[in-house]
């Protein structure tokens, strides 16, 4: 079976940084992505990673290490509108189709 | 279309009726999938359409549940004889080829069965 780990709820202050983590085990592993949900949204693509590191994107960056089954999300300077739920999710095989995780519901406070 | 389109947004049904979600994706997009989402959780995996390909339907969760996509384009996800788990937002995405440069999703359908 495929399964993702994520931690269930983070809470960080305005302008700090927070990083979520996702360990995954799946059958095979082709590709780690992250998405963002706001409330009574649809969620939003935010990257893709499918090499070992670190890719930046303004204020947010993802990293893999695929020799640790794991990925982090990184939100830096965070602000008010960042409070949303951030899903992980892995493209197990050769397929489209992507595994996704539980999430982590994000709150940022003034 | 500029993005995915989804109808109704909401849907209200009684026990044991039958249903049919729409799925319009952005044009140009090779790939279509289904995915349900409860209050809180995360996205399960319905059927994925890439292309002419067979569907995979690996995660239909009963044989109630079915989906067809027409043309390449506009997808409909059926569900027969409702039950009250099948309460959840349905939401579509599509992406073009493979999904490594993101699904884009649809604002889903919000079904209750009452």
């Known amino acids: 079976g495929q399964s993702l780990e994520q931690p269930s709820e983070v809470t960080a202050v305005e302008g700090a940084i927070v990083q979520i983590n996702c360990t995954y085990q799946?059958?095979?592993?082709?590709?780690l992505s992250w998405y963002q949900q706001h409330d009574g949204g649809a969620p939003t693509f935010l990257s893709y990673n499918a090499l070992d590191g670190l890719e930046e994107t303004g204020r947010f960056s993802s990293f893999l290490s695929r020799s640790d089954s794991y990925g982090y999300l990184l939100l830096q300077e965070l602000q008010m509108k960042d409070s949303a739920s951030y899903f992980c999710?892995?493209?197990?095989?050769?397929?489209?189709?992507?595994?996704f995780g539980p999430g982590t519901r994000l709150s940022v406070l003034p | 279309g500029a993005g995915v389109s989804q109808s109704p947004s909401n849907k209200v049904t009684e026990k044991g009726k039958d249903v049919e979600l729409r799925c319009d994706p952005i044009?140009?997009?090779?790939?279509l999938y289904w995915y349900r989402q409860s209050l809180g959780q995360g996205l399960e995996f319905l059927i994925y359409f890439q292309g002419n390909s067979a569907p995979d339907k690996s995660g239909l969760p009963s044989d109630r549940f079915s989906a067809e996509r027409t043309g390449g384009s506009v997808s409909t996800l059926t569900i027969q004889r409702t039950q009250q788990e099948d309460s959840a937002v349905y939401l579509c995405?599509?992406?073009?080829?493979?999904?490594?440069?993101?699904?884009?999703f649809g604002s889903g359908t919000r079904l209750t069965v009452v």
């Open positions: 044009s140009g997009h090779t790939a």
């Open positions: 995405a599509s992406s073009f080829q493979g999904g490594d440069y993101g699904y884009t």
């Open positions: 799946t059958s095979g592993f082709y590709g």
């Open positions: 999710a892995v493209r197990a095989d050769y397929g489209q189709n992507f595994v």
